[in-house]
């Protein structure tokens, strides 16, 4: 945390205040004298601590003007709730520190709050702390990463190996804020954010399959080396100093450097830089959808965001939540049966993705027909997913069976074929809405508006349509002779 300035408990013109014995006023005077020592606070940001005549901390609070802040606590018209109405009574003198910047006064708060834990606080006593962003150096192909431990110490002593000499920028004071810069980023630097332990030459990198962000132009894909070990790094250096100075500043580099690459001719590396410079001046180019300029298309808006890290959340998952795909099964009596996989990137359909399938490994009517839905779910897992399963592609975050148990029972025996096993797979019923989860044998029940089931419920019915579309595409060619 930066330092903050030394506390502030006499008047800018350093004559002492003098503040009477507790019990010696009544409480409007005590109010008013407080009020007009409030008002010889200077006008810069920095914390404040509510005291009681013990001199034991009631309150920590934040300001970007530490005059009006104060003050505002002491004013006769002041209504600030039951809870601080109530402090008010026990306030007998404060004590403010300054800081630099109002963001510094928001570090301080919170790691005061951490220290002394308040009577009057109610947030912020937990052992949380703020978020902070990692980009490796001892890997060929760096990763980046969000950690809210920037020590790397894990519980058992020992030190994640990733933060070995890496480079920690931070704290940021909103979570949510910097995930959603890193997404709008990464279309620009392309850099990687999985789990893998990606080395130079591995003979693996050659049959790799690179995962989703590839296919949407969100990774360069070094994990099958794609771009070279220099060219990656390149990135990675200019997405730092991208955040360590300013935007006008990393744009005119740029530019210098791709009128560079233009003369000597190297046209594919000039349109690359160009493509850069154009998305970094178009990252704040966008509405919020409760502008509502789109409102025919935003009934029924579930933030993709928040559906995916609340399902993250109900599920127990360390990681975020970036993929998932979903299987359903579709057939009439046993007719022109098949499967269907669709795919949600960051909450939303990445229709090149979606998949279909017709169920050809089996026959258990006259006419070749396949009735049995575990065995359909168990071929299309299977065809799906037979790479991942011998370590050639990453696994989806999470895998969404469309059915009750019994479908995910099904799904899993594939699986357990399989060497490499999934993260997470589960199946959510139709009637009950109940979310069953691989090695449980209790179900998961949230809330019909839970952010996280209405995305799964997304996923379900994607699935569906898309599997009932492709079922009656070869009924009608079946039909009708087409």
């Known amino acids: 945390m930066p330092p903050i300035d030394d506390p502030i408990p006499f008047k800018p013109n350093d004559t002492p205040v003098e503040t009477p014995a507790w019990g010696t006023e009544d409480n409007p005077t005590r109010i008013k004298r407080l009020h007009e020592n409030a008002r010889d606070l200077p006008l810069k940001p920095g914390v404040y601590l509510m005291k009681s005549h013990t001199g034991a901390v009631l309150y920590v609070g934040k300001a970007a003007k530490l005059r009006d802040r104060v003050s505002s606590y002491f004013l006769p018209s002041t209504d600030l709730g039951p809870r601080k109405n109530k402090m008010l009574n026990e306030v007998h003198t404060f004590e403010v520190f300054k800081t630099d910047t109002a963001w510094e006064a928001l570090l301080a708060e919170n790691r005061l709050i951490k ?7 109610t947030s912020q006593k937990d052992d949380k702390t703020y978020p902070y962003l990692i980009i ?13 431990n920037p020590s790397g110490v894990k519980p058992d002593g020992s030190k994640d190996h990733r933060m070995t000499n890496a480079s920690i920028l931070g704290p940021f004071t909103s979570a949510g804020a910097l995930r959603t810069a890193i997404d709008a980023l990464q279309s620009v630097f392309k850099f990687r954010t999985c789990s893998l332990d990606i080395k130079q030459g591995d003979p693996k990198n050659k049959y790799f399959r690179p995962c989703l962000l590839a296919a949407i132009g969100k990774c360069t894909a070094p994990c099958n080396e794609s771009i070279t070990k220099e060219l990656y790094r390149d990135d990675i250096n200019r997405f730092t100093r991208f955040l360590k100075t300013k935007r006008s500043t990393m744009i005119r580099e740029l530019t ?4 560079q690459a233009s003369a000597d001719m190297n046209f594919e590396r000039a349109a690359t830089l160009r493509d850069q ?5 178009k990252i704040d180019d966008r509405a919020s959808t409760s502008d509502q300029w789109q409102p025919e298309a935003e009934i029924g808006y579930i933030d993709p965001l928040k559906g995916c890290q609340s399902l993250a959340r109900a599920l127990n998952l360390s990681t975020p939540i970036r993929c998932v795909e979903g299987f359903d099964i579709a057939h009439l009596q046993g007719g022109e049966t098949v499967g269907s996989k669709v795919c949600f990137i960051d909450g939303r359909p990445f229709k090149q993705e979606y998949r279909r399938f017709q169920i050809k490994s089996f026959t258990n009517l006259p006419g070749g027909r396949a009735n049995d839905d575990y065995q359909s779910m168990r071929e299309v897992i299977s065809r799906r997913y037979r790479d991942a399963g011998a370590g050639q592609e990453l696994y989806p975050d999470v895998i969404l069976i469309d059915g009750g148990v019994g479908q995910l029972h099904a799904a899993m025996d594939a699986f357990d074929q399989l060497d490499t096993k999934p993260p997470m797979v589960i199946s959510i019923s139709k009637k009950e809405e109940l979310i069953h989860i691989q090695g449980l044998s209790e179900p998961l029940k949230l809330g019909r508006n839970n952010p996280g089931l209405r995305l799964l419920q997304q996923v379900r019915d994607e699935s569906h349509r898309f599997a009932q579309h492709y079922h009656h595409v070869l009924r009608r060619k079946k039909t009708l002779g087409e």
């Not at 220290?115 to 606080?121: G, T």
């Not at 210098?256 to 009128?259: A, H, P, R, S």
């Not at 410079?277 to 001046?281: C, E, G, V």
């Open 136 to 148: 490796t150096n001892n890997e060929d192909y760096p990763r980046i990463f969000v950690t809210r």
């Open 256 to 259: 210098k450097e791709m009128n």
């Open 277 to 281: 410079i154009n998305a970094m001046q």
């Open 115 to 121: 220290d002394i834990k308040p009577k009057y606080n």
